[in-house]
């Protein structure tokens, strides 16, 4: 219990109130606030450099959470199809094109990876972009709904001088 002289309680009485609710007002917009960012959200970030790297589990969180709205399960990142999606840009890039997703399910399964699916795509520079054309895309969306899959690998390469500048191979599998 607070001890308070007489003329005082009745002064407290009308202010209490008052200074409470500032206070509860300047401890509610506390927790509202957020800490500044410290950067671009990776799925904003260009990759339009040769240091540039794309944020593959970023991109696995966007595209399972997409997959179980449809109704699907999430992905796993497999280093194995990691390291085939790297391939298979820096081969476009280094090509200057997009390469046909058919050869490289084909050399996929000589690998040893049965069943695996292809988006091959070029000129994107960031993931948004990529995701939002993927998904667009019959074609790739199918990829990317692909049913059964529970890896995937993604990779992106830089060429200056080429048309498209970035390539990407996202590879789902069993």
Request: hydrophobic share 45%; proline share 6%; with cysteine.
């Amino acid at each position: 219990m607070f001890c308070f002289p007489r003329g005082e309680r009745k002064a407290l009485a009308v202010t209490c109130p008052a200074l409470l609710a500032g206070a509860l007002a300047i401890l509610n917009l506390a927790g509202c606030t957020e800490a500044p960012r410290t950067g671009q959200p990776a799925f904003y970030r260009d990759l339009g450099s040769a240091s540039a790297r794309v944020d593959a589990g970023e991109a696995r969180a966007m595209i399972s959470a997409y997959r179980m709205n449809a109704g699907l399960n999430a992905l796993t990142l497999d280093p194995a199809l990691n390291a085939a999606a790297q391939e298979e840009a820096s081969a476009m890039a280094a090509a200057d094109k997009p390469a046909q997703a058919e050869a490289v399910k084909a050399r996929l399964a000589r690998a040893g990876q049965q069943g695996a699916e292809a988006n091959l795509s070029a000129g994107y520079r960031r993931l948004a972009e990529a995701f939002s054309g993927w998904r667009d895309s019959p074609q790739h969306d199918r990829v990317m709904k692909t049913p059964g899959a529970t890896r995937m690998g993604l990779a992106t390469a830089y060429a200056p001088g080429s048309k498209y500048q970035v390539y990407w191979a996202l590879i789902l599998a069993p």
